[in-house]
């Protein structure tokens, strides 16, 4: 074996790890690479915890969500103390090179342990929140996608039947990218996204208009709000009573929360987490490290860690600008 590559899945699991560990699992046999995975996020690292990888291992995996590696948060490592000791371990092992699988977090996590370890880090972006500037998808997000927007249809049966209003909550942290395409794709009929709120009294003032437009077309109708986690002051519950208190209406608050973490990945996250995974192992033994490696229209990038959080990155703004012609500014 010339070489000895790790890797590790950190932060919120997304749909696709399993296939991105597997991809990097191949390459790495193809190479005669020895592969290690460090279990629980970067606790793992801290607490030597790891399983020899082959591919017995990642027989039968491509589809299944969540990490056969598990993931976590870990505070230890955010010190230099924990840093440390994950060097330690890593040189204890022999390591060549470290694949991080994670978030944005994740990433500031590795261009941390870059201050103590100086072999090589590479990162591969995963979450479903795609809230990681330098490439286009996350591995995860279309996934998450995918089920939010057949949870929604679900819900609007039933809206519909009781000819009610729904508010529907999706993750994505501080980021409206899973909420503006759940809601494009399962039309919703409004949309509360981080990028775009204003206040919670010109968004109530703006639903109750177009409520009331929409009834003066029909007596009979039910009405989607797709809204962003963490946004409304109070919570959903609270948004839920005051339009209850605003339109005199039946509003039913759903929270889709974790339900769209899991699930097996549709295959854009398979083919994205594969062909990242593949390429990290590529670059094993070049001189390049710190990175993350994303796609930008179809190419793969590779990004500085210190550039994947940076800047918030932006919303489609063609979707936005087709989101605000069919959904919330429809009766401007
Ligand atoms: N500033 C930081 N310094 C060192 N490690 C960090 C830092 N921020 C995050 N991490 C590590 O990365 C882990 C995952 O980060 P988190 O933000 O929870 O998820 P994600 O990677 O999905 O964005 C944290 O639990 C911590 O171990
Ligand atoms: O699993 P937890 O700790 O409740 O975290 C929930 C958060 O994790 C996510 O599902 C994924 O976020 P990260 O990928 O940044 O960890 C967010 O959408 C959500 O806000």
């Given amino acids: 074996m010339t070489k000895k590559v790790a890797v ?5 699991d997304a749909p696709g790890m399993n296939a991105c560990i597997r991809a990097i699992v191949l390459a790495c046999e193809r190479a005669n690479y020895a592969v290690v995975g460090y279990q629980h996020g970067y606790n793992g690292l801290i607490n030597q915890e790891y399983c020899l990888l082959n591919n017995n291992q990642v027989h039968n995996l491509i589809q299944r969500g969540g990490t056969i590696l598990q993931s976590a948060r870990c505070h230890e490592f955010k010190t230099d103390a924990g840093a440390k000791k994950a060097a330690e371990n890593l040189a204890e092992l022999d390591i060549d090179t470290l694949i991080v699988i994670g978030g944005d977090g994740s990433f500031r996590g590795a261009d941390h342990l870059g201050a103590f370890w100086s072999g090589q880090i590479l990162g591969l972006p995963g979450t479903i929140d795609n809230d990681i500037s330098g490439t286009d998808a996350t591995i995860g997000f279309y996934t998450a996608i995918e089920t939010a927007v057949s949870s929604i249809d679900k819900v609007r049966d039933t809206a519909d039947a009781f000819e009610r209003i729904f508010l529907v909550e999706v993750m994505g942290r501080h980021a409206g990218f899973l909420a503006l395409r759940a809601a494009l794709a ?9 990028e775009l709120f204003d206040n919670p009294e010109t968004t109530l003032n703006c639903i109750t208009t177009q409520l009331n437009e929409r009834r003066k077309q029909s007596d009979h109708i039910s009405y989607i709000i797709v809204l962003a986690e963490k946004l409304w002051p109070g919570g959903i519950d609270n948004l839920a009573q005051a339009l209850t208190d605003k339109t005199q209406s039946e509003v039913r608050p759903v929270i889709l929360g974790h339900v769209q973490r899991g699930g097996s990945p549709v295959s854009e996250d398979r083919i994205l987490a594969t062909k990242l995974g593949a390429y990290a ?9 710190g990175v993350m490696l994303g796609e930008q229209e179809g190419k793969i990038v590779e990004v500085p860690f210190k550039m994947t959080w940076g800047k918030s990155k932006p919303l489609d703004q063609q979707l936005v600008t087709t989101m605000k012609t069919l959904m919330n500014e429809r009766y401007a």
């Fill in 186 to 194: 399962s039309s919703a009929d409004y949309v509360i996204l981080p």
């Fill in 281 to 289: 192992v590529s670059l094993v033994s070049k001189d390049i490290t």
């Fill in 8 to 12: 590790l899945t950190s932060g919120g």
